[in-house]
């Protein structure tokens, strides 16, 4: 076996005994969501469409995959949107 080998089998070995991670699609939602509501708003009733802001801890860090939307009409009604995994 060469060393390229060798170093190929740790490695190998080292990311099939990692645990297994699920892909949460938020942020693409989320995304869509904010994308949707700018370009299909054809009777503008809609003032402003926030970016999707995350669900963070107080020391910056990611609390969860949610991601909130903030949406103002035109009389100043103000929505809020969530995308928060459904475990």
């Not at 080998?5 to 990692?18: A, E, Y």
């Amino acid at each position: 076996m060469t060393h390229f080998d060798n170093m190929n089998t740790i490695v190998n070995q080292f990311f099939d005994n990692l645990p297994k991670s699920y892909v949460a699609y938020c942020d693409y939602i989320a995304h869509n969501i904010v994308g949707n509501l700018k370009a299909n708003d054809t009777e503008r009733l809609l003032a402003s469409v926030s970016r999707p802001k995350y669900d963070l801890t107080e020391s910056g860090g990611f609390a969860s995959t949610k991601k909130t939307i903030e949406v103002e009409d035109l009389n100043g009604r103000k929505y809020r949107v969530t995308v928060e995994e459904v475990k």
